[in-house]
């Protein structure tokens, strides 16, 4: 075998090897998050029209520091839903990984008094094609504030 030849491929894969980006995950450190929200939902025994975006940042990997905001109106009384939150994923190399969090609610209720709560969040991501689709349960304890 001619060895100048097997050392400049080896150089070249060395170089290649080098130089890739790493890999950057859905979760990994400086990614970002951007959610958009509509639908529909029941509060104050009222059906209501709901908007809203969410925004968050991975901090370190797994960890993401977020905010999401909410608009629910049609219904009576009108409020506003903002919710920062504290979410940790855990990356299992698969196309499902489990996440927890904590979060604070602050309800902005049009002629009421406002409403508070803390409360944690569990469940799965499922990654499809780069993306992560989160299926969860969110418990929250409200009070009047």
Same mark, same amino acid.
């Given at each position: ?14 170089? /290649? ?7 950057? #995950? ?14 529909? #939902?029941?509060?104050? *025994? *009222? ?13 370190? *990997? #797994?960890?993401?520091? +977020? ?7 049609? #219904?009576?009384?009108?409020? *506003?839903?903002? /919710? ?8 299992? +190399? ?43 349960? /969110? ?7």
């Amino acid at each position: 075998m001619n060895v100048p030849a097997l050392r400049a491929l080896l150089a070249g894969l060395l170089l /290649t090897l080098v130089s890739a980006p790493a890999f950057s #995950g859905p979760f990994s450190q400086g990614s970002k998050r951007l959610s958009v929200i509509v639908g529909a #939902g029941e509060s104050f *025994d *009222d059906d209501y029209f709901i908007v809203g975006a969410g925004f968050g940042y991975y901090v370190i *990997d #797994g960890l993401e520091l +977020g905010i999401n905001y909410q608009k629910w109106f049609s #219904g009576d009384p009108e409020f *506003d839903q903002v /919710t920062p939150e504290i979410t940790y994923t855990y990356e299992t +190399g698969t196309k499902i990984d489990p996440y927890v969090g904590v979060l604070y609610r602050r309800l902005f209720i049009d002629g009421l008094d406002d409403l508070s709560g803390i409360g944690g969040r569990a469940g799965v991501n499922i990654g499809l094609n780069e993306r992560a689709y989160p299926v969860s349960y /969110t418990h929250l304890r409200a009070h009047e504030t």
